[in-house]
């Protein structure tokens, strides 16, 4: 597959220049790591989450296939080996700054999310140890409703979401898997994810299948993945959130796509050959989704009115933003959001007619 040569090929190329930087100029360990506090939505209430992000030795599909075309969190991580200590102290760190910055005994619900640019439960990730003692500590707390991380179905057993469960039996333990679409073609020949439908069913079900604690299963869905038009993007986000919802995952996360260095993505966004949806796009499937589907739906704003994110004009770029934030808070639809109107929206509306009939996955708003 020449998609997946390339591909494998920009990864290599880009590790090697990572490498080589870092074994010339060495970086701390902890310059890898962030953390941050947002209000965001849990499953019963509006409250805060604290985000924490950890550095490790990388993604392993990452690594080991090129991994997938849009993603380059790998490229943030060390590179190396940590111990289970070095990641321990670190995410202490990074918890004990944000937990410090809210008043507990005001709070009955808040979150945690942890991302580590690869799959929480992979052990070559991130150590059984570190696991362990990273739960231990969130179970301390009992406002801490939610613990969600990210993982790949192959790491996700019944053995090891018992082990979880053991730990912190008294909270949502959610895992957040890389969907993307439930078009089979697009996710192994366009995103290079590496998951079946039949992986993911069954992935699901195991996660469902435990009754005796909390473990729930999130998908996430890309908004707009490279080589289909924005046309194309609309509809398979939609029947993706619909497959997912059926398959027994109970939350939606929407990723609108952005350009990240070092991708198979931005190789063709250089050459012209990709733009990253419209915002208008974006409203359009959460517009469409919730008519189909009635489990959450998140739709990530990262990224939203930059050169590389999702953008619809100077005018609305970040009203749209925001109103989309409050959807995602309040499950709702507001009346401003359904009815908001712009100039740019012609422009949007022509784009998903002439890429049809143009047969090309590159937004003609960029030639007028």
């Given at each position: 597959?020449?998609?997946?040569?390339?591909?494998?090929?920009?990864?290599?190329?880009?590790?090697?220049?990572?490498?080589?930087?870092q074994?010339?100029?060495?970086?701390?360990?902890?310059?890898?790591?962030?953390?941050?506090?947002?209000?965001?939505?849990?499953?019963?209430?509006?409250d805060?989450?604290?985000?924490?992000?950890l550095?490790?030795?990388?993604?392993?599909?990452?690594?080991?296939?090129?991994?997938?075309?849009?993603?380059?969190?790998?490229?943030?991580?060390?590179?190396?080996?940590?111990?289970?200590?070095?990641?321990?102290?670190?995410?202490?760190?990074?918890?004990?700054?944000?937990?410090?910055?809210?008043?507990?005994?005001?709070?009955?619900?808040?979150?945690?999310?942890?991302?580590?640019?690869?799959?929480?439960?992979?052990?070559?990730?991130?150590?059984?140890?570190?696991?362990?003692?990273?739960?231990?500590?969130?179970?301390?707390?009992?406002?801490?409703?939610?613990?969600?991380?990210?993982?790949?179905?192959e790491?996700?057993t019944?053995?090891?979401?018992?082990e979880?469960?053991?730990?912190?039996?008294?909270?949502?333990?959610?895992?957040?898997?890389?969907?993307?679409?439930?078009?089979?073609?697009?996710?192994l020949?366009?995103?290079n994810?590496?998951?079946?439908?039949?992986?993911?069913?069954?992935?699901?079900?195991?996660?469902?299948?435990?009754?005796?604690?909390?473990?729930?299963?999130?998908?996430?869905?890309?908004?707009?993945?490279?080589?289909?038009?924005?046309?194309?993007?609309?509809?398979?986000a939609?029947?993706?959130?619909?497959?997912?919802?059926?398959?027994?995952?109970?939350?939606i996360?929407?990723?609108?796509?952005?350009?990240?260095s070092?991708?198979?993505?931005?190789?063709?966004?250089?050459?012209?050959?990709?733009?990253?949806?419209?915002?208008?796009?974006?409203?359009?499937?959460?517009?469409?989704?919730t008519?189909?589907?009635?489990?959450?739906?998140?739709?990530?704003?990262?990224?939203?009115?930059t050169?590389?994110?999702?953008?619809?004009?100077?005018?609305c770029?970040?009203?749209?933003k925001?109103?989309?934030?409050?959807?995602?808070?309040?499950?709702?639809?507001?009346?401003?959001?359904?009815?908001?109107?712009?100039?740019?929206?012609?422009?949007?509306?022509?784009?998903?007619?002439?890429?049809?009939?143009?047969?090309?996955?590159?937004?003609p708003?960029?030639?007028?």
């Open positions: 597959m020449q998609i997946q040569e390339l591909n494998k090929k920009i990864r290599e190329k880009s590790l090697r220049k990572i490498k080589e930087k074994e010339h100029k060495p970086k701390p360990l902890e310059s890898f790591s962030a953390s941050w506090l947002s209000i965001d939505r849990l499953y019963d209430s509006v805060y989450t604290i985000f924490i992000v550095p490790t030795s990388g993604c392993q599909w990452a690594k080991d296939s090129g991994g997938c075309t849009m993603c380059s969190y790998i490229n943030d991580s060390p590179l190396v080996d940590l111990t289970p200590d070095e990641i321990n102290n670190i995410f202490n760190n990074e918890w004990e700054k944000q937990i410090s910055k809210i008043d507990l005994e005001k709070h009955d619900s808040i979150a945690v999310k942890i991302f580590v640019s690869g799959s929480f439960l992979n052990t070559n990730e991130i150590p059984l140890k570190t696991r362990n003692q990273i739960l231990i500590i969130l179970n301390q707390y009992p406002q801490l409703k939610e613990v969600i991380v990210e993982s790949k179905p790491y996700i019944k053995e090891t979401l018992l979880v469960g053991k730990i912190i039996p008294k909270k949502i333990f959610e895992i957040g898997i890389g969907l993307e679409t439930s078009n089979e073609e697009t996710r020949k366009k995103i994810k590496g998951i079946t439908n039949k992986t993911f069913e069954e992935c699901v079900n195991t996660i469902n299948n435990i009754e005796e604690y909390d473990i729930r299963a999130k998908a996430y869905l890309l908004v707009k993945p490279i080589l289909i038009s924005e046309k194309q993007a609309i509809q398979e939609v029947d993706s959130a619909v497959y997912a919802e059926k398959v027994g995952v109970k939350r996360a929407y990723c609108p796509a952005t350009i990240h070092h991708t198979f993505m931005e190789y063709l966004w250089k050459r012209g050959s990709y733009q990253p949806p419209w915002i208008w796009s974006t409203i359009e499937i959460i517009k469409q989704t008519k189909k589907v009635d489990i959450p739906i998140i739709m990530d704003t990262a990224g939203f009115g050169r590389r994110g999702p953008f619809n004009c100077k005018k770029n970040e009203k749209l925001n109103l989309i934030i409050k959807y995602n808070q309040e499950q709702e639809i507001s009346e401003e959001l359904e009815n908001y109107s712009c100039s740019c929206q012609d422009n949007w509306k022509a784009d998903l007619e002439f890429t049809e009939i143009l047969q090309t996955t590159t937004n708003k960029d030639y007028l």
